[in-house]
């Protein structure tokens, strides 16, 4: 068994054995507290670690860019889908998948494989393209969820100063903001995390250490199985996997790529699992509002739903990786990317086809019943 293939097993079994400890841990406050160590503690270390690393080669600088690119047109795209699938336009649900769907988590789901099939330096790449993924999931998908809430919660009518100062308020009570900001003003000083004092930076390594094997046993204790809406989430996936390979189609043949490397990167880094990164913001406005005393099935997000999103996603997501990386030099070719991706939409958007044809031999069964009907009465 490959390395990158052990590891995704790895963290697969992590969430096994969340999932196997929902029994044991099954009071809120259980995972509450959890959920406390990862947003409070291990995440602003992952974050900040991940910021004081970042290094820009400014050849490479379009790489960041061209991610960004991709969040934003994941995000158009999901929210003129969504309502075709049959979600309401202002739901819980659809905002929680609005935040879900652009989002990237290719050190769990990407990086792995990149390592063990193309090497160091894509690896590198990924790593570079990476930093606009966390532009977004950091700080635009945060903005995103504070606007929907502002305005679920009825918000939209307080002045711009009001709704800047409570943002500002609402992101410097938030840890992953603090240490945002803290990472930023090093950055600016030119010092990185190995300028720091031994002890704090040591500390920060090891809190940054815990946040992989934290996350995927939350994702295994909270995830809650529903037949149902667990195909509703693997069919909105492929969705999201089939549009990415087309894009990915698009851009192969637009742009000259220097190796088949680099095309596979192109090819596999969209089709990343969801971050954990928007649930944490979602996380943290649904403590607003329950400090405020609103219910659960009142929220802004569906954090259920988010959560078996995250479970669906990663091994969907090792699945098709593995695939591509399986399969040769296939994927390298655009019309190859072009053949799959649209078979992936075509197969995602299946069951609403029936379901609307279904639809619509009933409509047509009672438009004939009642034309029976109407001719009878009046033969009489």
Known sequence: MSLALQKTCSLLLLILIGFLLKNRLIKEDHKKGLKTIILDLALPAMIFVALLKIEVDSELIFLPLLILVWNAVMLIASKLALPLLGFSKNSSETRTWLMMIPSLAPGLSCFPFLMEYLGEDALAWGALADIGNKVYVLIFSYLLAMSWYYRHMGLGSRSNGQKVKELIISMFKEPINMVIIVALVLLGFGLRIENLPGFIGESVLMLKDIMTPLVLL?????????????????SILLLRAGFSLVLSGLFVTLVDLPSEAAILLAVVFPLSACSFWP???????????????????????????????????????????????SSGSY???????????????????????????KNIEVAVSFLEEKKLKDSSAESR
Do not use: C
């Open 218 to 234: 939350f994702i295994g204790v909270s995830v809650i199985l529903k037949w149902d809406q667990i195909q509703t989430i693997a």
């Open 279 to 325: 649930f944490a913001h979602m996380s943290a406005i649904r403590q607003m509002e329950r400090d405020k005393g609103v219910e659960t099935e009142n929220g802004t997000f569906d954090l259920g739903l988010g959560i078996n999103i995250l479970a669906v996603s990663l091994p969907l997501s090792t699945i098709l990786i593995l695939g591509i990386f």
């Open 331 to 357: 994927f390298t070719v655009p019309s190859h990317l072009f053949y799959i991706g649209f078979g992936l939409v075509f197969l995602s958007v299946l069951p609403r086809l029936i379901s609307w044809i």
